[in-house]
């Protein structure tokens, strides 16, 4: 018994070691509650900081689009401008795509693109700097299209091989070239994450660079494919007031939309056609005879956007119109007309609601 006994304690501590093991190696790693202060982990940023981050850089709704700051449209396919050509992709298997260069973009708003000193691509609070060599180098390679074919948001495409730029962006939310004044640049960082800021240092405060602090939101007017103006109700006159004979007082005070034209862009008072936006679809295509008797008003809380009486079969009807093309001399493209009932940006009610801009 005395030689037994050694040898079973033995053997017994020797099967728990090894069931002490295997439950060792079968249970899982243990996870921390806390990090330890031996190797704490990069703080995520906080809510302050996230807040900060959203007033130093600006937030866009429409794809605007800027030239030294001044506001020279929204990239929508129904408000390029008619010189604006399409290039058609093959992408194979009998697929097809429509893409816009940049660089025909620009050339089409009337831009020398051999002055371009750069071009700012915003995608949300990110900025993407394609400086003046980069665009020249590669600038006709990058392109853009829209998420729907001929409607929704413009969406960027990058060229294949290897570009100068400091990120690279999906969705397009605002478009700033720079021709006669300096463009902005980031604050040197070794991870490109720098600020945005003036070309003396001062900060961007919440707004496109150059830009004035009021823009209006109203519906825009464009001629030739030149933006000219947006509808401020504050600023229309009384001499192209429309009173219609035997109209209640309840009715709202209706301009002439030719009229109206005509302090915006000469000749635009004679157009050989007009055509009426509303959102992503053209609702309608008005010959220079009901162009002359067409009349718009601004509702007070429309957010700075006309009605327009639109023919609908024997009588009219209010749409809202968020673009007005007017062309004088260039002959105005073929369009596809969309039926009001199919164009929901059209309804007066669409974006309603109270605004900054109500008396624009």
């Known amino acids: 018994m005395r030689n037994v006994l050694p040898s079973a304690i033995v053997a017994i501590a020797f099967a728990v070691m090894l069931g002490g093991c295997a439950q060792k190696r079968a249970q899982p790693a243990a996870r921390t509650a806390a990090p330890t202060q031996a190797t704490p982990p990069a703080a995520p940023p906080s809510s302050s900081e996230d807040d900060a981050d959203k007033v130093k850089r600006p937030r866009f709704g ?66 993407v700097i394609v400086d003046e060599a980069e665009f020249k180098r590669v600038g006709a390679k990058i392109s853009f299209s829209f998420v729907q074919g001929d409607r929704g948001k413009p969406r960027v495409h990058w060229p294949a091989e290897k570009i100068n730029v400091n ?65 401020k109700r504050k600023k229309l006159t009384d001499d192209i007031v429309v009173k219609t004979e035997g109209a209640p007082d309840s009715e709202p005070t209706k301009f002439s939309l030719t009229g109206f034209a005509g302090k915006l862009g000469k000749g635009a008072e004679q157009p050989k056609a007009i055509h009426l936006v509303a959102g992503d679809d053209v609702i309608a295509n008005l010959a220079p005879e009901t162009a002359k008797s067409t009349t718009f008003y601004v509702p007070a809380r429309n957010q700075g956007q006309i009605l327009v009486d639109v023919a609908v079969g024997d009588g009219k009807r209010a749409a809202k119109v968020s673009a007005v093309q007017i062309f004088v001399k260039t002959a105005p493209p073929a369009r596809a007309i969309t039926s009001l009932d199919e164009a929901p940006a059209a309804q007066p009610n669409s974006g309603q609601g109270r605004s900054n801009d109500d008396n624009e």
């Open 62 to 127: 429409e794809a605007t689009v800027y030239v030294d700051g001044r506001t020279t449209g929204v990239m929508r396919a129904p408000e390029l401008p008619a010189s604006l050509k399409a290039r058609v992709i093959d992408l194979g298997e009998g697929y097809k795509a429509t893409r816009y260069g940049f660089v025909d973009y620009a050339t089409s708003l009337g831009i020398d693109v051999k002055r371009v000193k750069g071009m700012h691509l915003y995608g949300g609070s990110r900025v």
């Open 167 to 231: 990120s690279t962006i999906d969705m397009l939310t605002a478009v700033a070239f720079y021709v006669d004044k300096v463009p902005p640049h980031l604050t040197p960082d070794p991870n490109n994450r720098g600020e945005l800021v003036m070309p003396d240092g001062s900060k961007i405060e919440g707004k496109v660079p150059y830009a004035p602090a009021e823009q209006g939101h109203g519906t825009r007017v464009y001629v030739d494919g030149a933006l000219v103006g947006v509808v």
